[in-house]
Structure formats: structure tokens, C-alpha cells
């Protein structure tokens, strides 16, 4: 499967973005999705993650409450809607899919596939 992120941009603090994730080839409900994030400097870490019908969703604490995962698997696409962005949040996003759930959803040596990233900046 391949992925294609789309959707970052520049954005000023407490603004909001819509992240999109669009999958070719099949059975794209079969897989757990997930996003991570990487900042100059940093480690790639986990955002969120969903699994295949949408039942279950999953997030980093820093972003309980302010970010959504949602899936449309008509589409085969997954979203990230991000919102009350903070520059903390700053980074070059990931979609990842996971064709072998383990459970390890945050772990991205769970996940088989992944897309280039889309560059997110929050900043005034």
C-alpha cells in the first residue's frame, strides 16, 4: 500500500489544520492507522491512531482533546484534524499504516507501511 499525506501548511497558535492520508491498492480497512510526528531534532513520536472501522482511537496525551482521528475507508483515506495548534506542535507529520495489529499501536516498529510527511508550523 502506498500513502500520501496532505494538508500541513503554516498556522498560527490556537488556529487549525485538517490532515489527510489518501491510500491506493486494497483492503485499506484491514489496516490499523496511525499518525506520527517529527521535530527538528527530535525523534519521530506517536500522535494517534485508529483501527480498521473507526471503533477505537488513540492519542498522545499532549494531544487528548485538542486532535481527531477519523477514517472513511469508502475514501481510503484517514484524517488528523488538528485543533488550539500550539508551536509545540510543530513537525513533519506521518500516516503509517499497520497490517499485523499487535497492540503496540504507538510504537512505529508496529507499522509496515508509510508515507512522506507533510510539514506542520505553528507559529506567529
Known amino acids: 500500500v502506498q500513502l500520501q499525506a496532505c494538508g500541513g501548511g503554516l498556522v498560527q497558535p490556537g488556529g487549525s489544520l485538517r490532515l489527510s492520508c489518501a491510500a491506493s491498492?486494497?483492503?485499506?480497512?484491514?489496516?490499523?492507522m496511525g499518525w506520527f510526528r517529527q521535530a527538528p531534532g527530535k525523534e519521530r513520536e506517536f500522535v494517534a491512531a485508529i483501527t480498521w472501522g473507526g471503533g477505537n482511537t488513540y492519542y498522545q496525551d499532549s494531544v487528548k482533546g485538542r486532535f481527531t482521528i477519523s477514517r472513511d475507508n469508502a475514501k481510503n483515506t484517514v484524517y488528523l484534524q488538528m485543533n488550539s495548534l500550539k508551536p509545540e506542535d510543530t513537525a513533519v507529520y506521518h500516516c503509517?499504516?499497520?497490517?499485523?495489529?499487535?497492540?503496540?499501536?504507538?510504537?512505529?516498529?508496529?507499522?509496515?507501511?508509510w508515507g512522506r510527511g507533510t510539514l506542520v508550523t505553528v507559529s506567529s
Open positions: 491498492g486494497r483492503s485499506f480497512s484491514s489496516y490499523v
Open positions: 503509517a499504516a499497520d497490517a499485523r495489529y499487535s497492540g503496540s499501536y504507538y510504537s512505529s516498529n508496529e507499522y509496515d507501511y
